[in-house]
């Protein structure tokens, strides 16, 4: 059910109010005292009665609604419940259908409270609340994507009259084409158009010569203000961009993070690790901006010491073993971060993914952890806000 408590509102220290206080600001931009500690607090949730492995793709906190899938080995259902856990509508768009969309690209977008966009193989389709087909876009060209990666807290983010989404073209495979590989793509539903921007920072790591395989640097990203923020995978950095042409670099915010390892790339390329480091090295996961904080979601990646049992000759249950105890040992974290690039708090949120994090009209959302190999009859979502509490 969907909860919302009056004594919340109290809770307004959520990061609007904090901008406001003299003392709090002082907090947000100075780095965390030692009297003071900057936490997640779950503010309300929504429960889902639900039997499989759902994806949440968008919400919309205003009108109330929540677009998830099912993605599995030969459906894709499309379901749309609201705030309430009531599934409204259940659909397919999959497979050899006249209003199919032939394969995903990305997420889905509610881009209004009657229909949502999917971003697919056959070009840009709207579809209405109750499945649809409004209209069709084609591109004017099209690529089968070289990656893709759907799930809460990934999808395109408007810019203006378009979207700001990952760049899914060939991944570089030598130093002149990491200088020009571009790391994301500017989408226009209405023309059909897909304009590549933005290339590695000339002092990025992937522009160091080494050796990486093309997950080290998934981008994530959130808009704000003006402001594109970036992260590139394994590279534990922020980069801040213009939102309009040329985009800018304006600002690069280091990223601190305790007891991060992230890899660095290999001069052989026919290292196996160049493969292998990629899936155990830290790795940012998510970025989303509240007022003047940075939520950091990321893995920490292996130590130096596992990294080489990692890569060591051993028996599947040896390696079962070992890739148990790991998932055990290294857990997802949120950093919160100032302007600055102070780490005010940083810690495993409790039964939260982090990489989930979605941010919709000042809201922030949360998938709650599942179980791992297993289905479950519900799931929930949670929101959470930006509490300064007293040590």
């Known amino acids: 059910m969907y909860t919302n408590p009056s004594q919340v509102f109290a809770f307004f220290l959520l990061v609007v109010t904090a901008c406001r206080s003299g003392e709090q600001k002082d907090l947000i931009v100075g780095g965390a005292s030692s009297k003071e500690t900057t936490v997640l607090e779950k503010l309300d949730s929504i429960r889902i009665d639900y039997l499989g492995n759902p994806t949440v793709h968008d919400l919309d906190p205003v009108n109330r609604r929540i677009i998830f899938m099912d993605h599995r080995e030969f459906s894709e259902d499309i379901h749309i419940a609201d705030f309430d856990g009531n599934i409204l509508q259940s659909f397919s768009k999959f497979g050899d259908k006249p209003d199919s969309y032939g394969g995903l690209m990305g997420t889905l977008k509610l881009t209004d409270p009657n229909r949502f966009l999917v971003y697919g193989y056959r070009g840009f389709l709207t579809f209405d609340m109750e499945g649809t087909l409004e209209s069709l876009v084609k591109y004017n060209d099209f690529h089968v994507p070289s990656q893709s990666r759907r799930g809460m807290g990934y999808g395109m983010e408007n810019l203006g009259q378009q979207y700001l989404f990952i760049h899914q073209g060939p991944p570089p495979q030598d130093l002149k084409e990491y200088h020009a590989f571009r790391l994301f793509t500017l989408l226009d539903p209405q023309q059909g158009t897909r304009e590549p921007i933005i290339g590695f920072p000339e002092e990025s790591r992937f522009l160091n010569g080494n050796h990486f395989f093309f997950p080290c640097w998934f981008p994530v990203f959130t808009v704000d203000q003006g402001r594109i923020y970036a992260a590139f995978g394994v590279e534990p950095v922020i980069y801040v961009y213009e939102t309009s042409y040329p985009f800018a670099l304006v ?124 289905e479950q009859d519900y799931f929930r979502l949670f929101r959470v806000g930006l509490k300064v509490e007293k040590n």
């Not at 919160?336 to 989930?356: H, K, T």
């Open 251 to 374: 600002d690069r915010i280091p990223l601190d993070l305790p007891n991060y390892s992230g890899y660095k790339g290999s001069e052989d390329p026919s290292d196996i690790r160049v493969l292998g480091m990629c899936f155990i090295s830290g790795k940012i996961e998510n970025i989303k901006k509240m007022g003047n904080m940075l939520l950091i979601g990321y893995f920490p990646g292996y130590d130096e010491k596992d990294i080489a049992t990692n890569f060591e000759n051993k028996t599947q249950e040896e390696t079962e073993y070992f890739q148990a105890s790991m998932r055990r040992k290294y857990l997802s974290r949120i950093a919160v971060v100032d302007s600055l690039g102070n780490v005010l708090n940083d810690f495993v949120p409790d039964g939260l993914d982090p990489s989930s994090m979605l941010l919709r009209d000042g809201q922030l959302w949360m998938m709650e952890k599942r179980k791992e190999d297993q």
